[in-house]
């Protein structure tokens, strides 16, 4: 039962293009949503939230979009660099102490 | 910045053994969490443990497996009885707060447990 799904398992983008992760999510139960980064032999690294009340937020270079009508949310990343390559897991999760929910992951290759 | 340490980073064992893998959270973090992968699949939720007991568990987390908080900096994941399936990467992560949408977690590197 995949709750959390990322159905590109990579992408290639250019050094300074934006790059555009997707993750889509079937339980509606879900009010808050977290991309994390993950390079090799590194755990997973918190890189940007957004709540279900807002359906943007914005941190420097990355922006989480939300649609919560079509249940999908997206990560852009603008300008690209190199060291953004590594896997994004888009992550979901209901408020209090409920667990959170992990997609399977997209690579992301950022080509000089 | 404050890290989560995991350790061993990669633990051998045989089969029916017993491994005891070993997180320091974050000092000020009050939640705690094991979540493993196994290779090419996505993060999967063991546990979550508060105020020195389990909050939440997945169906992943049977009887073979334990948690422990035995001292103020440790935690401390317990497989009695490893079985192949249990090869993965576990990670440890902690958070300040429960509304994880303002406290994320922060994850260890993580141990790679290979049982033969």
């Known amino acids: 039962d995949q709750q959390v799904k990322q159905n590109s398992p990579s992408l290639s983008v250019q050094e300074g293009r934006i790059s555009i992760l997707n993750c889509d999510y079937t339980?509606?139960?879900?009010?808050?949503f977290l991309w994390y980064k993950k390079y090799p032999a590194e755990g997973p690294t918190f890189l940007i939230s957004?709540?279900?009340?807002?359906d943007k937020n914005e941190d420097g270079r990355f922006t989480v979009f939300l649609n919560k009508s079509a249940k999908h949310l997206s990560l852009h990343i603008v300008p690209s660099q190199p060291g953004d390559s590594a896997v994004y897991f888009c992550a979901a999760g209901q408020s209090g102490n409920t667990p959170l929910v992990f997609g399977k992951g997209t690579r992301l290759s950022v080509i000089a | 910045e404050p890290e989560v340490t995991q350790t061993p980073s990669h633990q051998v064992t045989q089969m029916g053994q017993e491994v005891i893998l070993r997180c320091v959270p974050i000092?000020?973090?009050?939640?705690f969490y094991w979540y493993r992968q196994i290779l090419g699949q996505k993060v999967e939720f063991l546990v979550s443990?508060?105020?020195?007991?389990?909050?939440?568990k997945s169906e992943i987390f049977d009887d073979q497996f334990s948690v422990e908080r035995p001292d103020g900096s440790n935690f401390t994941l317990k497989i009695r009885s490893t079985k192949l399936e249990d090869s993965a990467m576990y990670f440890c992560?902690?958070?300040?707060?429960?509304?994880?949408?303002?406290?994320?977690?922060?994850f260890g590197n993580g141990t790679r447990l290979t049982v033969t």
């Open positions: 339980n509606s139960m879900f009010d808050y």
């Open positions: 443990f508060y105020n020195n007991e389990i909050s939440e």
């Open positions: 957004i709540s279900s009340i807002k």
């Open positions: 992560a902690s958070s300040a707060g429960s509304f994880r949408g303002n406290s994320p977690l922060h």
């Open positions: 000092s000020n973090h009050l939640y």
